[in-house]
């Protein structure tokens, strides 16, 4: 019984120590190039974070977001925003595929409701065991 007791409050001391994420902020284009991003992402869907020009919009289908987080438990801090920004990217690469958007625009970083908008990097919260990435984009379809 007290080793269970012991694991149970070890296990929620490490939890709340990620609560305290700290807000880092890495380039877009060091992301895109690790994890093979550019190629898993491919081009059925074009990307275009807030202040970069876009071709013209023919048509809004939805503002969206989407949330991920990922294991940095020994990780550095890079590696693994790197990491949870591919699958954020990915995420908003589904939704897009799934609402008939070719395109994101204004593709913002949004953790915790709290929008950083720049053409050139994206927020990520490190914490002890967590990192996470948040974006918010408007799903479009541009023409071809």
Same mark, same amino acid.
Do not use: H
């Given at each position: 019984m007290k080793k269970t007791l012991f694991a149970a409050t070890l296990l929620a !001391?490490?939890?709340? %120590?990620? $609560? *305290? /994420?700290?807000?880092?902020? +890495? #380039?877009? $284009?060091? !992301?895109? %190039?690790? @994890? @093979? *991003?550019?190629? =898993?992402?491919?081009d059925s869907v074009k990307f275009y974070f807030a202040g970069q020009p876009t071709p013209p919009v023919t048509s809004?289908?939805?503002? /969206?977001?989407t949330s991920q987080r990922t294991n940095s438990f020994g990780k550095p801090a890079e590696t693994a925003c790197n990491w949870v920004f591919l699958s %954020?990217?990915?995420?908003?690469?589904? =939704? %897009?595929?799934?609402?008939?958007? @070719? !395109? &994101?625009? @204004?593709?913002?970083s949004n953790f915790n409701n709290v929008e950083m908008a720049s053409a050139t990097e994206f927020e990520? $919260?490190?914490? *002890?065991?967590?990192?996470?990435?948040?974006?918010?984009? /408007? +799903? &479009?379809?541009? !023409? #071809?």
């Amino acid at each position: 019984m007290k080793k269970t007791l012991f694991a149970a409050t070890l296990l929620a !001391a490490s939890f709340s %120590a990620g $609560a *305290a /994420d700290t807000m880092l902020k +890495f #380039p877009i $284009a060091g !992301a895109m %190039a690790a @994890n @093979n *991003a550019q190629s =898993r992402l491919g081009d059925s869907v074009k990307f275009y974070f807030a202040g970069q020009p876009t071709p013209p919009v023919t048509s809004t289908v939805i503002t /969206d977001k989407t949330s991920q987080r990922t294991n940095s438990f020994g990780k550095p801090a890079e590696t693994a925003c790197n990491w949870v920004f591919l699958s %954020a990217m990915l995420a908003l690469q589904k =939704r %897009a595929q799934d609402v008939g958007a @070719n !395109a &994101v625009v @204004n593709i913002v970083s949004n953790f915790n409701n709290v929008e950083m908008a720049s053409a050139t990097e994206f927020e990520c $919260a490190e914490g *002890a065991i967590m990192a996470g990435v948040a974006l918010k984009g /408007d +799903f &479009v379809k541009i !023409a #071809p």
